[in-house]
């Protein structure tokens, strides 16, 4: 079940069906943004979501998902496809440039919902490829 949950997760970030990904989360989701700090509740995911389709237009590729044997914890890997469209807040300007770039992502699960979210990507290496 815990599996299927986070194949949504992504199958709903694919689609841009950000009310579906929301749906995946409890109310007080805690969200760890890559090297940033951690954003709690499904509104502040929601402003984050809006601010990522504004700035960024990204594919997941290549997902395997792994879930503890209790169904608790989650893990995700995979590549990020994306282009980067409007200059992100203390980021490079933005000109369309592509960017290719594994991820990690660490889920806990409650009650059937992602209750957390914690994303890992090299900043470095997606500054290089935007030109940063």
Not at 72 to 88: M, P, S, W
């Amino acid at each position: 079940m815990s599996a299927d949950l986070l194949r949504r997760y992504y199958a709903a970030f694919n689609a841009g069906d950000w009310e579906g990904m929301l749906a995946c989360l409890t109310e007080d989701v805690a969200h760890d943004v890559n090297q940033g700090g951690r954003e709690v509740g499904r509104a502040a995911f929601a402003a984050f979501l809006a601010r990522m389709e504004r700035c960024y237009r990204e594919r997941v590729e290549d997902l395997v998902v792994m879930v503890s044997p209790d169904g608790t914890r989650g893990a995700a890997e995979f590549v990020i496809h994306g282009t980067y469209l409007v200059a992100d807040e203390g980021l490079p300007p933005a000109r369309g440039q592509g960017y290719v770039l594994p991820v990690g992502a660490f889920f806990e699960i409650q009650g059937g919902r992602i209750a957390r979210v914690t994303n890992y990507y090299n900043l470095q290496d997606w500054l290089r490829q935007v030109g940063g």
